[in-house]
């Protein structure tokens, strides 16, 4: 029973990761943006996170500076895609190597570095319960924010006056600008908080999920929580759901590790993967249903003269 509860605490803890990413990137394609460069932000954000806990100590500092890393590249690729009309495909792909490229640079005198003795989280009084103690209530606090993060989100996005605003002009952008809304802000500012997200996230990994920094660590996470938002069609609930589940397949090759089972170690670290990529195909089999759920100006750029 131990297990499964430790199991299902590692689960929580690796979604995060995925969810913050993955909320990041729903609010850029919200208002119509696709931001491919995930993953290049997240390295960034690691090894940014990961020096600044190195030299001050403060998980904190490090937090801000992975969303700082995150906020400034997403603003670079911004004003790339926004104003100077680059394709955003490209564009994010271009800021993707790029993240790859320039964290393993900056990154190698950290590689043998070591974070100081890191923080025992616990909810007094409800981490001794049996089994959902250890499996709920033993969680960094960032486990907690991801879910009021969905939560607001979804506030945000139904209810208040901005968040309509955000979805009107990933849904019609020249109707936004006739309107009076400044469409090309709107969409920069949706695209830097994004790109905090996807840093906060990055950071998460360097300086609490393992905490090391080695080049190329993100794995492909920034990738996986790009699949999510099409996963969860643009719905924050179904986003963070998502990445439990995709945080479960990722810590189930641990597990059955752990109990010895005769498969192959690649195979169950391509697993996170395969899921991906099944769910995908199962999802793309009805586009219908992707098309009516997802942004209608997705991707497309907007000419405000155009209108």
Known sequence: MEAYALLLAATLNAGTVLALAALGLLINEKAG?????????????????????????????????????????????GVLVIWLNT??????????LFGAG??????????????????????PGLADLPFIGPALFRQHPMVFLAVGLTLGLVWFLQRSRAGLILRSVGESPESAHALGYPVRQIRLAAVVVGGALCGLAGAYISV???????????????????????????????????????????????????????VPSQFLSMLPYLATIVVLALISRNPQWIRVNMPAAIGKPFFPGSS
Request: some cysteine.
């Open 33 to 77: 943006i696709v931001n491919l460069g995930a993953e290049g932000m997240m390295l960034c954000a690691a090894i940014a996170g990961f020096a600044a806990v190195a030299h001050t100590g403060q998980d904190s500092l490090g937090f801000l500076a992975g969303m700082t890393a995150g906020g400034v590249l997403a603003a670079l690729f």
């Open 102 to 123: 320039f964290s393993a640079f900056v990154g190698v005198p950290y590689v043998q570095a070591k974070l100081p003795e890191r923080m025992v989280y616990e909810v």
């Open 87 to 96: 394709n955003q495909y490209a564009t994010g792909l271009a800021l993707s």
């Open 208 to 262: 609490i999920y393992t905490p090391l920094w080695v080049e190329g660590m993100i794995a492909g996470k920034g990738w996986i929580a790009l699949a999510l938002t099409t996963f969860a069609t643009w719905r924050p609930v179904r986003v963070l759901l998502g990445a439990y589940l995709f945080g479960g397949v990722t810590m189930l090759q641990f597990h059955l590790q752990a109990l010895g089972m005769d």
